[in-house]
Each structure stands twice: as structure tokens, then as C-alpha cells.
């Protein structure tokens, strides 16, 4: 435990002395920066100054209180852990912290123990992340599979949230429960939100060794619905990130028989492409669209988006080899020189890029976009 706890910074609220004075102590032995914060106000303040890695606060303090802070700092951060310390009598306020996004609780008055078991559930999931990321880096110095370095970062995002909304079903079943007002309904309902996330981070991991292990010489039969729904899947974690809206419209009724793996990586990567292409906004009109037609025995897919397009002196050299409109050390994912070789040399196909205008919901955008062609195979 004290490995993991040594690896975070830690922000405590706290408006009693007496008690800030003797966990403020505890603390700083544990973690590895420790910064403290006399009531929400200052809290908020220090929270933007600080930028801790967990956030631990009181409810109740003068001039804001820990869940008015708690609601301000979810705008600025969405995903931070927050935990409370609260009096046994103020069960609603509880109820409505959890409601809040608060992420977990500790009763007054505290057990050291508990207080640092709950710190260390969320810091683990922090320093998953941070070396998941360490691990991009190496692979990125190192050179090795390019592919895993998307794949990588994209669960680093994709997994925390999920964990973060099971400990928070997980608190608020073990809250009520404590106070005998857990309903058979909402523990039925907590239970299958906690199932379900499971199920998903398991088909992650599902997708992750798809992706990574090479099954490129062997032809099978698939949808291409559920392939390209697998991508989107995957790409989930940092196209909300970005606010992006991927919109698919594609009839569930094509099938083939080909490379799969290989289809899906170019998918996948052409994904990755276009989400790099947003930059980090609150703009809710990002948007990616995937269409699949079937006209004259060709499969037609086209992926756009509105990003604003490619810059017209490189668009047509980025299927050369080698060509990357990023450093050496930025470039990610097969490539799109191999997405063009994949495409016309084993998917019976072929692959082109221009910059488009389109309307859509009656405004108008600019943005790439990618037409695939394939061959039909009579498996329609």
C-alpha cells in the first residue's frame, strides 16, 4: 500500500484545526506531496494551484462547503477523485454527495484505516494509468509496436472512469445498507450497473488482444457492422474525451469473407487519425461519421469528419511510406501507408483522402474524408 500511496499528491479540506492538525500528519507521511486547505473556498483555490492526483474534504465549512467545492472542481475535472469525511447524522447529504460525483466516503470520526484503504483504491487506479502511460513512452523509444501505443493510451482513459462508477454504486450500496434505507430495487439496479461496467472493461481486454495478436493470414467470415461498432468501442475513451460524436449508418446486413484483423486495424487506425485531429474542446459538434453502402457488388465505406481538413500541400504524400504529419517520436498506430497497403494488396481494395464540405442538421462543416473501397464477394 505505502508504494502506491507514495506516488500521489493529496488534497485534505479541513476546517477544524484539531483534526486537520492530527490527519494533515498522517497523511503527509503517506503520500508523496500533501497539500492542506482550511475550507472549501480555499480549497477550490489551492485544487487549481496544486493539481493533486485525490482530493479528500469535509462537508461542512464556512464560506463553501465541501460539496459546492466538490460540484466547481467536477467542472474543471470530470474524472479526480473526491472522498468525504462526514458526521453519522447526515445521511441525505451524503446521498446527495454520491449523486454529485463524489467518488467515496469515510465517517467521522475517522479511522485512520479506513481513510487510508479508500485513498489507496483510487490511487491505484492512478498509478495503473501513469504507468500504462511509462509504457507508451518506452515502446515509443524503443520503437517496437507502434499499434500498442494507441491501444495502450486509449484504455489508460477507457478504464478509469468505468472504475470510478463501480466504487461509487459499490459506496452507495455499502452507505445505505449502513443505514438500513437500501431498497431491494436499487440494489438490484446497483448490482447490474456494476455487472455490466465489468463486463465491458472485460470486453476491453478482449479487444486489446485482438488487436495486438496478428491473425492477418487467415480469412474468415464477418459483419461488418459489428466490426466497425468493435472499433468505435475501442476508440470510446478518447473520443469523448474530445466531445466527439461518432455516428455510424451502416445496415447490419453485410457480411464477407477476408482478412477480419486486418480490416479492423485499418478501421481503427484511420480512428485514431481523425480523433487526433480535434483538439481538446467543449465544442459538443465534433463530430466522426462511418457509412457503408453496397452499390454495383462494391462495399463503399466513407469515414469524414470536421475537423477542418487536410492541409492541401500533404494530402496527397500520406499514404507515401515514412510521411507523418507528426515528429518521429508523436507518430502512432500502423501508419497509414500500411492502412494503403493492407487495403490494395489484401483486402481486394482500395483507399483515397480529400477534404470535403458537407451540412449536417442544417450547418455546414469541413473536414477529411476517407473512401474505402472493396470488391464485393456475393456474401452480401
Not at 489551492?46 to 472542481?73: A, Q
Not at 479492423?264 to 487526433?276: G, V
Request: hydrophobic share 35%; proline share 2%; charged share 30%.
Amino acid at each position: 500500500m505505502n508504494d502506491i500511496l507514495k506516488q500521489v499528491r493529496l488534497l485534505y479540506i479541513e476546517d477544524d484545526e484539531n483534526i486537520r492538525t492530527i490527519l494533515s500528519r498522517g497523511i503527509k507521511r503517506r503520500v508523496k506531496e500533501l497539500e492542506v486547505a482550511v475550507d472549501g473556498k480555499d480549497g477550490l483555490e489551492k485544487f487549481k494551484e496544486f493539481k493533486p492526483d485525490i482530493i479528500v474534504t469535509d462537508i461542512k465549512m464556512p464560506y463553501m462547503s465541501g460539496l459546492e467545492m466538490s460540484v466547481k472542481i467536477r467542472e474543471i475535472d470530470k474524472n479526480i477523485p473526491i472522498i468525504i469525511t462526514s458526521a453519522h447524522g447526515e445521511p441525505e447529504t451524503l446521498i446527495d454527495a454520491i449523486d454529485k460525483g463524489v467518488n467515496g466516503y469515510v465517517i467521522k470520526p475517522i479511522d485512520k484505516d479506513k481513510l487510508f484503504n479508500t485513498i489507496y483504491f483510487y490511487a491505484k487506479s492512478i498509478v495503473l494509468e501513469r504507468e500504462l502511460k511509462e509504457k507508451e513512452k518506452e515502446l515509443i523509444l524503443k520503437d517496437k509496436n507502434d499499434a500498442l501505443l494507441d491501444i495502450i493510451g486509449n484504455i489508460a482513459h477507457q478504464w478509469r472512469q468505468p472504475l470510478s462508477i463501480i466504487s461509487t454504486a459499490a459506496g452507495t450500496i455499502k452507505l445505505k445498507k449502513e443505514l438500513n434505507i437500501l431498497s431491494d430495487d436499487e440494489l438490484f439496479r446497483l448490482s447490474s450497473d456494476i455487472e455490466q461496467i465489468s463486463q465491458d472493461l472485460s470486453l476491453t481486454i478482449d479487444q486489446m488482444k485482438k488487436f495486438i495478436h496478428d491473425n492477418s493470414n487467415q480469412k474468415e467470415s464477418f459483419n461488418f457492422k459489428k466490426e466497425i461498432d468493435n472499433c468505435v468501442s475501442f476508440v470510446k475513451g478518447l473520443s469523448e474525451e474530445k466531445n466527439i460524436n461518432i455516428i455510424i449508418d451502416c445496415d447490419d446486413k453485410y457480411n464477407s469473407i477476408r482478412y477480419k484483423e486486418l480490416f479492423s486495424k485499418s478501421i481503427l487506425n484511420i480512428l485514431f487519425n481523425a480523433i487526433e485531429e480535434f483538439t481538446l474542446t467543449n465544442d459538443k459538434n465534433n463530430y466522426i461519421f462511418i457509412t457503408l453502402k453496397y452499390i454495383n457488388n462494391e462495399y463503399i465505406l466513407c469515414i469524414k469528419d470536421n475537423a477542418g481538413g487536410i492541409d492541401s500541400s500533404i494530402i496527397k504524400k500520406i499514404f507515401e511510406p515514412y510521411f507523418t504529419t507528426k515528429h518521429k517520436s508523436q507518430g502512432k498506430g500502423l501508419g497509414l501507408y500500411h492502412v494503403y497497403n493492407i487495403i490494395n494488396t489484401q483486402l481486394n481494395g482500395s483507399i483515397t483522402v480529400e477534404n470535403t464540405t458537407y451540412k449536417y442538421e442544417d450547418c455546414e462543416y469541413q473536414g477529411s474524408e476517407f473512401k474505402i473501397i472493396l470488391q464485393g464477394d456475393n456474401n452480401v
